[in-house]
C-alpha cells in the first residue's frame, strides 16, 4: 500500500473485536517502529506497542464516548520540558507513520489526545519522571458492527468535515486562495495534508505558497493540540512528497512568508 493509499485509507476507528493482535502483526508494527527516527534532529520520542485492557473492555474518551474492544495500543512518550522548539511537530510525525503503518496492515487506529486514563497506561511504558505520555492510540482488528457513537459522530463518513482546500492553502499571501489546480506538483502533497486527521477536525494550521516554498503556520489562538495536529499535517506532506519524487526539505527560515494576526509561522518547504 502506498502512502497515498494508507493517508486516504485511514480513518478513526473506535470498535475493535476485541483479539488480541496476532504474533505476526506484533512482530511487524514492533520492528517499523524500532526503525523511525524522529524528524527535524528532534530529541529522543519513545513509541510503544502495549498490551492492557480494562475490565470493562473500554477506554473512556470524556465527551467523545468510548473505544470497545481494543486490547492492543501505541504510545506516544517524549520529555516533558524539553527545550527543543518543534519537539511535539516531530513526536507527532513520527507518530502518524506508525498509524499509516498500522493502515497498510488493514489494523484500525484512533488518536487519541484527550481524557484517556493515563494511569491505566503509564506502568505499562514505565514512565520516567521527566516524561509525559501525550498520545494514544488502539491498533486492532475492526469490528464492523456500527456502534451508536460512530453513527453519531459520522464515522463511516470518509475525511467526514473537512475544510475546502481554498481555505487552507493560499498563494503569496493569506487573502489570496489556492486551488489545488494552480498549487501544481503540490496538488497531491497539500490534498494529502487536508484530509490529515486534527483534533475535532479544526484543522488548526494554515500553508502560504511562495515561489517554489511552502511555509507552514499554526493558529495562535488554539490551543491544546494545535502542535501535534500541525505534525501530522507535516508528515502526510513531506512523506506524500517523497512518494511522488517532489524534491526538498524542511527548514525554519529567518525571512518568512508574510504574516498575519492569530497565525504562528513554524517552518517552511524549501526546494
Known sequence: MTIVEAIEKRRSV?????????KEHVTLITDYIAGLKAPFDAPSIRIQL????????????GT??????????LTLVF???????LM??????????????????DLGTCWLGGAFNRKDFSEPVRLKPNEVLRIVSPVGYINPKIRFTE??????????????????????????PLSEETAGIYGKPLEM???????????????????????FY????????????????????EQTCKESGIAGKFEVLNNKAPEKKGEEYVISWVV
Open 14 to 22: 473506535r470498535n475493535y473485536t476485541g483479539e488480541p493482535l496476532r
Open 50 to 61: 502495549i498490551h492492557t485492557r480494562q475490565e470493562s473492555g473500554k477506554v473512556k474518551l
Open 64 to 73: 467523545y464516548g468510548f473505544v470497545g474492544g481494543a486490547s492492543d495500543f
Open 79 to 85: 520529555e516533558k520540558e524539553s527545550s527543543f522548539p
Open 88 to 105: 511535539e511537530e516531530a513526536a507527532a510525525y513520527a507518530f502518524e507513520q506508525a498509524i499509516l503503518f498500522c493502515t497498510g496492515l
Open 151 to 176: 453513527t453519531l459522530l459520522g464515522q463511516r463518513k470518509n475525511h467526514f468535515s473537512r475544510k475546502p482546500f481554498e481555505s487552507l492553502f493560499f498563494r503569496e499571501d493569506f487573502n489570496t
Open 193 to 215: 495534508v487536508r484530509i490529515a486527521p486534527s483534533a475535532n477536525n479544526l484543522q488548526t494550521w494554515r500553508i502560504v505558497l511562495s515561489g517554489n516554498n511552502l511555509h
Open 218 to 237: 499554526r493558529h495562535l489562538s488554539v490551543i491544546g493540540f494545535s502542535a501535534i495536529d500541525l505534525g501530522i499535517a507535516l508528515c502526510h506532506f
